[in-house]
């Protein structure tokens, strides 16, 4: 166990609804990343925070998705009017620069979306 | 953009026999970092490698840093069934703010015990 939380593990919906995805990171990590990763490729970054600021998109992170981490702490992935395609494994993980590991990023176990 | 390559794409192995996996990129590499993901889990963080040529050690794991930084392997001697996984290299953007990381495709490795 990491420590990184993700909420809920599992998402089945259907084309066109919307999806929210909760992150919650290690407590003292003010760096918190979200990735998606799809069967047999590794996790492509989509979003990056440092405390509540966004500082960084793929352009991976289309229009319909959005991702917020309002107090600095826990964050959301929304995808509005999901697709196909957004089925993936979508990872959050949290780093500190302060924590002496050297920022290493600890994974959360991840959501799991499949849009039918 | 960033690309990282990693070969072979699978490795099936009988228990007690070597394992490596290369990790290559066309440009120099910040530094390499190598993840282990079991079937089903997340990626689980192994090591961190900054400087050219440098050799790390974790049990039977051997991780390596070419001269140019622009490629890394890892070495499994005597494989294990608790060895099973898919072993992804990742390179660190560590430039002005962006800290994100760009994975390779990874090596899924089975044992055959």
């Known amino acids: 166990d990491t420590g990184v939380s993700q909420d809920p593990r599992h998402k089945i919906t259907k084309r066109g609804q919307n999806v929210t995805f909760r992150c919650d990171p290690i407590s003292e990590h003010n760096r918190l990343y979200w990735y998606r990763q799809t069967l047999g490729q590794g996790p492509e970054f989509l979003t990056y925070f440092q405390n509540e600021a966004q500082l960084e998109k793929s352009r991976l992170l289309s229009d319909r998705f959005s991702a917020e981490r309002p107090k600095g702490s826990f964050s959301t992935l929304e995808i509005q009017r999901t697709e196909q395609g957004d089925s993936a494994m979508y990872l959050c993980?949290?780093?500190?620069?302060?924590?002496?590991?050297?920022?290493?990023?600890?994974f959360g176990p991840g959501t799991r979306l499949t849009v039918l | 953009g960033q690309q990282v390559m990693q070969i072979p794409q699978y490795q099936h192995v009988q228990e007690g026999e070597d394992f490596t996996t290369y990790c290559n990129s066309s440009?120099?590499?910040?530094?390499i970092q190598w993840y282990k993901q079991r079937p089903g889990g997340h990626p689980v963080f192994l090591i961190q490698l900054v400087k050219s040529g440098e050799v790390k050690k974790q049990k039977r794991l051997t991780f390596q840093f070419g001269e140019a930084k622009k490629n890394s392997s890892l070495h499994i001697t005597a494989t294990q069934t608790t060895d099973v996984g898919t072993y992804f290299c990742a390179d660190e953007n560590s430039g002005g703010s962006n800290y994100k990381l760009t994975f390779g495709k990874g090596t899924l490795l089975t044992v055959n015990p």
């Open positions: 993980a949290s780093s500190s620069p302060n924590s002496g590991d050297g920022d290493t990023q600890y």
């Open positions: 440009t120099t590499l910040s530094n």
